[in-house]
């Protein structure tokens, strides 16, 4: 176990997607456009009609991935938690249909369907990034 202290935290962007804007992509400009080295999705909510995301599908190393999408499909989106470290987020989702949720990591190309608000919070002398380690696995160290 290892934990890592932000001094302060910074700015507090809250960015509004309408209909037709891209999830990852539109939260990555974002990024770069504020110069958000490190930070994290405080808040996200809104709709969605195209969804990529991916889940691990077994124990073992490497992981197996199962990649789901929906297409014309109306979801909820009903959070997105994660980290930016060194200016990349590693980000995670909940969506929803009508009858069940599912969670997974955030791909591209997912769209916004009515709106999307999400609520991303600076952290100031973080100095987080991800390096691969011995076992292959990307893990989150100050830099």
């Known amino acids: 176990m290892e934990s890592f202290t932000a001094k302060t935290s910074g700015k507090v962007v809250v960015l509004r997607l309408d209909p037709g804007d891209l999830l990852l992509e539109s939260i990555q400009s974002l990024i770069q456009k504020e110069g958000i080295r ?11 009609d195209y969804c990529v995301m991916h889940m691990v599908m077994t124990t073992g190393y490497p992981p197996v991935e199962y990649f789901a999408r929906w297409e014309n499909k109306p979801l909820e989106l009903s959070s997105i938690d994660g980290i930016i470290a060194d200016g990349m987020p590693h980000l995670h989702m909940v969506v929803a249909d009508h009858e069940r949720a599912y969670a997974g990591h955030l791909e591209e190309n997912c769209r916004v369907l009515y709106l999307a608000e999400i609520v991303v919070v600076e952290l100031e002398q973080a100095l987080l990034k991800r390096v691969r380690n011995a076992r292959g696995i990307n893990e ?3 830099r």
Do not use: E, M, N
């Not at 994290?40 to 709709?47: E, K, N």
């Open 140 to 142: 989150l160290v100050h």
């Open 38 to 48: 490190d930070g994290y999705i405080a808040s996200a909510i809104g709709t969605l």
